[in-house]
């Protein structure tokens, strides 16, 4: 993550940029601001700034609040430091972030899960909490930052640095941090080992431990500006500005908000049509068109057919929170909305799980190639009591 491919923030990529140039770096650094403001890439695009061992100085000439020119790097991309940014995979920069423990999976320390987090910071590090939950596969767990994590990044921390430059421990949401993970570190941000950072990233500062906030160096990150994500989409989507920027001023500076409301809107219709078919062909039990239904599902390719399973459960638990009348939770376009007002008493704690399993056992069943008829049939059989049962 280079600094010109984060989304506005300019004041706080030249603040972070030139007192890295002039050596002044505080130890421990802690990001904070509303969710979608760019806090981790900031932080991956400080790190790979310190690690590069090619990037072109600043001369101390130019003020720090001046924009990057156009073109310009922070970064130059090509050292052996870059490479292994582009994978994530720098032996030097090390992460901690909440996980839930699972021995059966082997996955009980932030290193087991590596290879998920990786992937889903390498396809979007303008990821939420919510992303990371469904990643780990594990949305109805409270995942923490174990007491262990602290012993393990002091082990780390005591070898020399694998390429001699600086060692840079990231921590996202720190705030999860168990008490007595939490006074271990405190230990390491007093007496840190040399040319050592600490990256701090967090929505909830309010629930750390004041005496690591008294150590660290405190930056907020403020809201994006509408047009700076309405650009920002428009030049990953293609889609045009004037349509983008409703949708844009609901998130309110948020990009991870405005990027799912867009994408929902964008790629959906098709989606909606055959979900809204199903809830209503469920609820209604014609034999007839129940079949109909699931043989043109059945006809569709494997993929669509994936994509819609994955939809329908997005869809049942939009439905699920729209009955807690929190409309900040919930994230659909206009469509779905005037649908779910009125779809939405019909998925109550009496059959949404039933439901979800449903459809998940469907989408098992057809990445799995079982008949594709039989699946959706299925499906639609067992909807049509558990839509009754609400």
């Excluded at 650094?29 to 310190?50: D, I, N, R, S, V």
């Excluded at 690690?51 to 000439?61: A, E, L, P, S």
């Excluded at 003020?63 to 870059?82: A, L, R, Y």
């Excluded at 043989?295 to 994936?306: A, F, I, T, V």
Aim: proline content about 4%; glycine content about 4%.
């Amino acid at each position: 993550m280079k600094f010109e491919d984060i989304i506005g923030q300019e004041e706080v990529k030249n603040i972070l940029m030139s007192e890295a140039d002039r050596g002044r770096l505080p130890h421990a650094l802690l990001l904070t601001g509303p969710e979608g403001c760019g806090k981790m890439p900031m932080a991956l695009a400080l790190a790979q700034y310190l690690c590069c061992t090619g990037k072109h100085k600043t001369d101390g000439q130019s003020s720090m609040f001046d924009e990057p020119s156009k073109g310009s790097n922070s970064v130059c991309g090509t050292c052996i430091s870059c490479r292994q940014w582009e994978q994530l995979a720098h032996p030097d920069v090390h992460f901690i972030f909440p996980i839930v423990a699972n021995k059966v999976r082997k996955k009980e320390v932030c290193d087991d899960w590596m290879p998920v987090w990786r992937e889903m910071l390498l396809r979007n590090p303008y990821f939420t909490y919510t992303d990371w939950l469904q990643q780990m596969e594990v949305e109805n767990s409270q995942p923490i930052i174990y007491s262990r994590e602290s012993d393990i990044i002091q082990r780390k921390l005591n070898l020399k640095s694998v390429q001699g430059g600086w060692r840079i421990v990231i921590i996202w949401l720190p705030e999860k941090m168990k008490e007595d993970g939490a006074n271990k570190m405190l230990k390491l941000l007093e007496e840190p080992p040399t040319q050592t950072i600490f990256i701090l990233v967090s929505e909830e500062p309010q629930k750390m431990l004041g005496t690591i906030l008294s150590r660290v160096q405190r930056i907020r990150m403020p809201r994006l500006k509408d047009e700076k994500i309405s650009m920002a989409i428009h030049q990953r989507m293609g889609i045009k500005l004037e349509d983008i920027q409703p949708i844009v001023h609901q998130a309110n500076g948020n990009y991870s908000k405005a990027l799912e409301a867009v994408t929902v809107d964008n790629g959906t219709s098709a989606l909606f049509q055959s979900f809204t078919s199903l809830m209503r062909l469920a609820w209604s039990r014609k034999v007839k068109e129940m079949k109909a239904w699931s043989d043109e599902m059945s006809e569709s390719g494997r993929e669509r057919q994936k994509d819609f399973l994955q939809y329908a459960q997005r869809m049942i638990r939009e439905s699920f929170t729209a009955n807690l009348h929190r409309p900040e939770l919930n994230y659909m376009n206009m469509e779905e909305q005037q649908f779910t007002s009125k779809f939405a008493p019909f998925v109550s704690e009496k059959n949404a799980m039933g439901i979800m399993k449903e459809l998940q056992e469907a989408q098992i069943h057809i990445e799995q190639n079982v008949n594709a008829k039989m699946v959706f049939f299925d499906l639609i059989l067992q909807l049509t009591v558990l839509i009754k049962n609400h």
